[in-house]
């Protein structure tokens, strides 16, 4: 933006030719704003974990880049040699192509701060016709359980709102949150501070009392 700025007063000084100058402006924008997007886009793919390349990963995978972005086409290959899964995503303002390679996520080169690792703590959730029916989840020391709350409901309607979303919807799936927590892929989740321990709810188990009261 400083650059472009910059351009915006120096162009009329270097040539009298207003339209000259308003092209060469446009043409700089863009391709400034081109190489934003792909460097946007390396940065997105270097945050996405991948432990392994089998089928169930790489469909996590696929899920979370189609719900963060929507209006694309996802394409995903493996390659297993070289441990690496190549990542398309086609847009209307055009492609986007790039590699995960299995394994942890590296921190940023360069960061002289060390970020620090909030613990998780116990995010039990249920819906309100059944209290018994429970959903272990988790969220980071930092949010609240109303933050959780707010955080979690947003992901749902954005996940249902998305190209994956519509389809699930289009093929009769149930617009659900059994359906959206088993399905909604654990990028989304862990962006809002939120993790998921068990996909398939569990009831509360009542435990029997069996210490008896000494005298």
């Known amino acids: 933006m400083q650059l472009l700025d910059l351009l915006k007063r120096v162009l009329p000084k270097a040539t009298h030719?207003?339209?000259?100058?308003?092209?060469?402006?446009?043409?700089?924008?863009?391709e400034l704003k081109a190489k934003a997007r792909v460097a946007a886009f390396e940065k997105f793919c270097g945050k996405?974990?991948?432990?392994?390349?089998?089928?169930?990963?790489?469909?996590?995978?696929?899920?979370?880049?189609?719900?963060?972005?929507?209006?694309?086409?996802?394409?995903?290959?493996?390659?297993?040699?070289?441990?690496?899964?190549?990542?398309?995503?086609?847009?209307?303002?055009?492609?986007f192509t790039s590699e995960i390679k299995v394994g942890a996520v590296a921190a940023p080169a360069g960061d002289d701060e060390q970020e620090i690792t909030l613990k998780f703590a116990p995010f039990p959730v249920c819906m309100p016709g059944d209290k018994d029916l429970v959903w272990l989840l988790a969220r980071r020391?930092?949010?609240?359980?109303?933050?959780?709350?707010?955080?979690?409901s947003k992901i749902e309607e954005e996940f249902w709102a998305s190209k994956t979303g519509q389809k699930l919807l289009r093929d009769r799936v149930d617009r659900s949150f059994p359906e959206f927590i088993a399905r909604v892929p654990a990028g989304l989740l862990s962006e809002a501070g939120l993790k998921r321990h068990y996909k398939t709810p569990e009831p509360i188990k009542a435990l029997r009392g069996n210490t008896k009261s000494r005298g």
């Open 141 to 152: 020391e930092n949010i609240s359980p109303e933050e959780g709350g707010i955080a979690l």
């Open 48 to 95: 996405v974990e991948l432990p392994n390349l089998e089928p169930k990963t790489i469909d996590d995978v696929k899920l979370q880049l189609a719900a963060s972005f929507g209006d694309g086409d996802v394409t995903v290959k493996p390659n297993k040699k070289d441990k690496t899964l190549m990542v398309e995503v086609s847009l209307p303002d055009g492609q």
């Open 17 to 30: 030719d207003a339209q000259l100058a308003g092209k060469i402006y446009q043409a700089i924008e863009t």
